[in-house]
């Protein structure tokens, strides 16, 4: 019986054929895979080794942002709580560090493949020539943004990026209602986080 749990949760989450599910959701997305450009086959398996360490960096650029960014308002509340006093420079305890760890984890593993059919199937046609330069931008900009001290999404900076790759093959190779729909639930969580926090 656990056994038969635990491989319904991961046919649920983690388990499951994006590309097959992507393309019978959207004859879009089937369209512009079809009508996409195709590489040779050697040159695309080449760049599945360039995109694991683009990938690698998007990680890291992901960890040093974002985390930072849902990391440093909680390590501030603890300080302000402990100290009774509002600290600019307050420390960030190793706990809350692998708490926002286990957080993005957990996300990833739950709702990650929600995430990752809209950016790497329904957005644009994505290879590994593709996604690494598109993962190679994102991350660079990211890791230059959190050395300056700037927040950015680096969700935003990767869709941004595949938009930018699928429009180098043509305007009709982005699926623009997509994109849309992506930007508009950016906005639309900004002000729903505003009136839940108030």
């Known amino acids: 019986k656990k056994s038969r749990i635990l491989v319904r949760f991961a046919e649920a989450t983690f388990r499951q054929n994006l590309e097959e599910q992507s393309f019978q959701e959207s004859r879009a997305t089937q369209e512009i895979w079809q009508n996409s450009s195709q590489y040779d086959s050697d040159v695309e398996h080449l760049f599945t080794y360039v995109q694991v360490f683009t990938a690698s960096l998007s990680s890291?650029?992901?960890?040093?942002?974002?985390?930072?960014?849902?990391?440093a308002p909680l390590a501030a509340i603890i300080d302000i709580y402990q100290s009774g006093e509002i600290n600019p420079e307050a420390p960030v305890q190793k706990w809350i560090l692998a708490y926002g760890a286990v957080a993005l984890v957990l996300g990833l593993l739950l709702y990650g493949y929600k995430v990752m059919k809209t950016i790497g199937y329904k957005l644009t046609a994505v290879s590994p020539?593709?996604?690494s330069s598109a993962s190679l931008a994102a991350s660079l900009l990211v890791v230059t943004a959190s050395y300056i001290g700037i927040p950015v999404s680096t969700t935003q900076c990767i869709v941004?990026?595949?938009?930018?790759?699928?429009?180098?093959e043509?305007?009709?190779?982005?699926?623009?209602?997509?994109?849309?729909?992506?930007?508009?639930s950016w906005v639309l969580v900004f002000f729903v986080a505003c009136f839940v926090s108030a």
């Open 60 to 71: 890291f650029a992901h960890g040093a942002n974002d985390i930072a960014n849902a990391v």
């Open 160 to 168: 941004g990026a595949v938009a930018g790759i699928g429009l180098v």
């Open 129 to 131: 020539t593709r996604g």
């Open 170 to 184: 043509g305007k009709n190779n982005v699926q623009w209602r997509q994109l849309v729909i992506v930007c508009i």
